[in-house]
């Protein structure tokens, strides 16, 4: 339940955005650029990383290795093996240490694709064959 003025009538909520840390700020900037997602610079070690679809996500100069090491990403996308085979393309485990595409594996609820950053920080591209 949102929270609202009116205790009967929930607040409208515009996006959700996660805060990213990374372990070398600069080389995940370029890893997150290199996937194609657009950076808006806020502050000094603070970028806001959009996808073409308007998802978006903070990306900050902060690292405690526990919490990276514990954080996982899902992104729902259209296509599962599509968003793969654009990812695969890219060849982003040449260009960063550290980094490491899984191809597309099948689940009861549907298909995805795992993708760790050069934090170690793992995204889930998943499609839902099924509704939850």
């Given at each position: 339940?949102?929270?609202?003025?009116?205790?009967?009538?929930?607040?409208?909520?515009?996006?959700?955005?996660?805060?990213?840390?990374?372990?070398?700020?600069?080389?995940?900037?370029?890893?997150?650029?290199?996937?194609?997602?657009?950076?808006?610079?806020?502050?000094?070690?603070?970028?806001?990383?959009?996808?073409?679809?308007?998802?978006?996500?903070?990306?900050?100069?902060?690292?405690?290795?526990?919490?990276?090491?514990?954080?996982q990403m899902f992104m729902e996308v259209a296509d599962a093996d599509a968003f793969y085979d654009k990812l695969a393309a890219l060849d982003l485990p040449t260009q960063f240490e550290g980094v490491r595409l899984t191809p597309?594996?099948?689940?009861?609820?549907g298909r995805e694709c795992f993708l760790y950053d050069p934090s170690g920080i793992l995204w889930h591209f998943g499609t839902f064959t099924t509704t939850l």
């Open positions: 339940m949102e929270l609202s003025d009116d205790h009967n009538k929930p607040a409208e909520t515009i996006a959700i955005r996660p805060f990213l840390g990374a372990a070398n700020f600069e080389i995940s900037r370029a890893f997150y650029r290199a996937i194609g997602w657009t950076e808006t610079v806020l502050w000094d070690g603070f970028v806001l990383f959009s996808t073409p679809s308007g998802l978006s996500f903070y990306l900050q100069d902060a690292y405690v290795k526990d919490w990276i090491d514990n954080t597309v594996r099948h689940a009861g609820w």
